[in-house]
């Protein structure tokens, strides 16, 4: 196992489009984050799922923002009508939460830049 | 909810000076508590995490790191920098509970002088 993979590493988009994202976690790990990290800033929450189940959403995914991990593994993060605004690094992070739902560190892909023009 | 604070913006030392890098969280509970460093353009690599025990963790890269629930405060120190150690450097911060996740600080990056 190589670890957090995202694809693509980098996007450019027109303002208006759609962007998908794809992330694949580290294999036996149950949970996922989404992260968004603009220049000069920590890593803000986005979202996280546990196997298929989202757990919590930040306030600032917006209804055009859409996460989902259907079968566990893998998962997809959508962003509808993109505006400037979303330019940002979007970093996956899994990890392994304990038998008492407890978590531990996460370990984090090389994130996905993405330019809206 | 927790939160973390990082109150330096940006440090310089020099090549082969001690360093600290300041970490305040909040949170009513227990945490555990994560230092993370990034280099331009990658991802985070963790350096070293608290979950319980020994308040004093040892890390990679000759890292290490003091727990103070007194203080709420998670610093991170290194007795001698070296040039590769410069990058942004992320406290963070989870918890022990079943909708658990990691809230990030602003950052410090670090600059080091020749």
């Known amino acids: 196992d190589t670890g957090v993979s995202q694809d693509p590493r980098h996007k450019i988009t027109k303002r208006g489009q759609n962007v998908t994202f794809r992330c694949d976690p580290i294999s036996e790990h149950n949970r996922l984050y989404w992260y968004r990290q603009t220049l000069g800033q920590g890593p803000e929450f986005l979202t996280y799922?546990?196997?298929?189940?989202?757990?919590?959403k930040s306030r600032l995914l917006s209804d055009r923002f859409s996460a989902e991990r259907p079968k566990g593994s893998f998962s997809t993060l959508e962003i509808q009508r993109t505006e400037q605004g979303d330019s940002a690094m979007y970093l996956c992070?899994?990890?392994?939460?304990?038998?008492?739902?407890?978590?531990?560190?996460?370990?984090f892909g090389q994130g996905t830049r993405l330019t809206v023009v | 909810a927790q939160s973390v604070t990082q109150p330096d913006i940006h440090i310089t030392v020099s090549e082969g000076a001690s360093l600290e890098l300041r970490c305040n969280y909040s949170y009513g509970a227990t945490p555990y508590l994560f230092w993370y460093v990034q280099s331009p353009g990658q991802g985070l690599q963790l350096l070293l995490k608290y979950f319980s025990g020994d308040t004093l963790v040892q890390g990679i890269k000759g890292f290490e790191a003091e727990f103070k629930r007194s203080q709420s405060s998670f610093n991170l120190r290194k007795p001698s920098v070296h040039w590769s150690d410069a990058a942004e450097y992320f406290c963070a911060v989870g918890t022990w509970s079943s909708a658990s996740k990691i809230i990030f600080g602003s950052g410090t990056r670090l600059s080091i002088r020749p």
């Open positions: 799922f546990q196997n298929e189940a989202q757990l919590e």
């Open positions: 992070a899994s990890s392994l939460a304990g038998l008492g739902g407890e978590g531990t560190e996460a370990f």
